[in-house]
């Protein structure tokens, strides 16, 4: 269950740090040039900025500025501390840990020739040609991370072929990549010696994932380092056949601007938009390959009179007839309440809110959330039939316990239906946390997948941070330079209980 709170930022994890009452010396400078890792030459019109971090003044706050055509920046008119220095480019992938430095100056000191490497991206290029080899323009080809190759993507990039069946994916971070084709285009079949209307579509070409493998669990990885120019990741698409699924609206409301989509339950599957007679309550989706779909419609309406309809199909090698429901949503009616919170502490109740999720990952479906009210009720309106997870947001809380009815909905999923039980939801102020030491100036973070967030605290300059407010659960903490984002991977594993708070010791990162 994702926890009340997200991932902090920097101005919000900051501990307070005493101003000075004397003047401060600010004849402090630090400069340098910021140049490209592969090549070593001058990146010019390169942005670097500059954040206080740490030292014996109050806050400095953020710098900017842009190199010139040998690549040079240069700050003045700073006082004594520590600071940290991120360069950013238009035509370089961002988020490189080559291009953060952090620097320390003292008093009327300056800190120069300092160098921010900035690394090119790399390129994967190859040919899409079909069965007979014959280029194949108008395909997708996608790049995606290997440790997260279908959606939704933590980032992806991706090019479209020529007439020429070429393509080039650019600006890619250095890694590991899984690399697909999609195209669309209809696989020739004869047409019959007979009038008529052309027969509907036998085959079609299916996603392939480099180099020869029908979904990504056989694809074959693609390993890139920096700059580093990747071509011959070519794809040969050989068709497969395809069948049709057909429908029928079926509604006690007229459903006008409906949207119909299918969505694959796996990403190996996909196909095209349907064909629709808006006036017969029709549709069709005229080429299919075998596999598990959700197909899924929702009107245009407004959210007290929408209308929606969700339906779970098997395709084999036959067409498929179906009829599809569209109903309204119902209304879930609860009520929250606070547990341990301290004596003399109030939490507003209508600083929480309450939110649900579907259980199936539809993109016309999305968050149905409501603002919980002073008396601690709420209305969840409109909520369309099918299975959602229950969350919710607050400050100093985090979700406990849920009951729908008898039944126990904390952390599983549940049903919505005409005639829902209310919602009674438990929230705790009995929250843990994390204290330890690092290294002075870091950046301690504390990541959990399960509650789907995080947070973010700066090491004073004694080596001490303190990360309160913590909900009970397991956690990922480590230390990382100031700027740079909490990593997916690595840190010690914690486990932090109700009202309890863990000390940590993190070595230099």
């Not at 206080?52 to 700073?78: E, K, R, V, Y």
């Not at 698409?237 to 989509?261: F, K």
């Not at 904390?410 to 939801?425: C, K, P, W, Y």
């Not at 605290?457 to 009970?472: A, E, K, N, S």
């Amino acid at each position: 269950m994702r926890s009340a709170w997200r991932i902090a930022g920097l101005a919000g994890c900051l501990f307070a740090i005493p101003t000075i009452g004397a003047a401060q010396d600010q004849s402090a400078g630090i400069s340098g040039t910021v140049v490209d890792s592969a090549t070593h030459q001058a990146v010019k019109n390169a942005s670097v900025s500059l954040d206080f971090i740490t030292g014996p003044a109050s806050n400095q706050g953020h710098h900017a500025a842009t190199t010139d055509a040998s690549g040079a920046f240069s700050f003045d008119g700073l006082a004594e501390g520590r600071y940290g220095l991120t360069a950013t480019h238009q035509n370089y992938p961002q988020g490189s840990r080559q291009a953060h430095k952090t620097v320390e100056i003292k008093s009327g000191g300056r800190a120069s020739s300092i160098t921010l490497e900035l690394i090119p991206g790399a390129v994967i290029a190859g040919h899409v040609v079909d069965e007979d080899g014959d280029p194949m323009s108008g395909c997708f080809v996608e790049a995606a991370p290997a440790s997260n190759p279908t959606p939704p993507y933590a980032h992806f990039a991706g090019s479209n072929t020529n007439e020429e069946g070429e393509y080039r994916i650019h600006g890619l971070t250095s890694g590991t990549y899984v690399v697909s084709a999609r195209c669309g285009t209809v696989a020739f079949t004869p047409r019959p010696f007979s009038s008529g209307p052309d027969p509907p579509p036998t085959a079609a070409y299916p996603i392939q994932y480099y180099p020869l493998a029908p979904d990504v669990k056989s694809a074959q990885a693609v390993d890139l380092a920096p700059a580093a120019e990747k071509p011959g990741i070519d794809f040969r698409i050989r068709p497969a056949p395809v069948t049709q699924v057909r429908g029928s609206i079926r509604s006690d409301s007229p459903a006008e601007g409906l949207n119909i989509q299918l969505i694959p339950v796996s990403g190996a599957a996909w196909a095209m938009g349907p064909r629709m007679d808006t006036g017969k309550g029709t549709f069709e989706f005229a080429q299919v390959f075998p596999g598990t779909y959700y197909v899924e419609a929702i009107n245009n309406g407004d959210p007290t009179t929408r209308l929606t309809g969700v339906e779970r199909i098997e395709v084999k090698d036959r067409p498929v007839e179906m009829v599809l429901t569209l109903s309204h949503g119902v209304d879930i009616t609860g009520s929250v309440s606070v547990e341990g919170a301290q004596p003399n502490t109030t939490i507003p109740l209508t600083q929480l809110r309450v939110q649900l999720e579907s259980d199936v990952p539809l993109p016309m479906l999305g968050g149905e959330q409501t603002q919980v009210k002073e008396d601690g009720t709420f209305v969840l309106k409109s909520v369309p039939l099918g299975r959602w997870k229950l969350m919710v947001f607050g400050p100093q809380v985090y979700l406990k316990s849920a009951w729908l009815g008898t039944t126990d909905v904390t952390h599983t999923v549940f049903d919505v239906s005409a005639g829902t039980e209310a919602l009674r939801i438990v929230v705790s102020a009995n929250m843990g946390g994390i204290s330890g030491t690092a290294p002075a100036g870091e950046m301690v973070y504390a990541a959990t997948d399960v509650q789907g967030g995080g947070r973010l605290v700066l090491v004073d300059q004694t080596g001490h941070f303190t990360l309160p407010q913590i909900p009970p659960g397991k956690y990922r903490v480590g230390a990382v330079d100031p700027g740079l984002p909490i990593p997916e991977e690595g840190g010690q594993e914690v486990t932090v209980k109700e009202g309890e708070t863990v000390t940590v010791e993190i070595k230099q990162p």
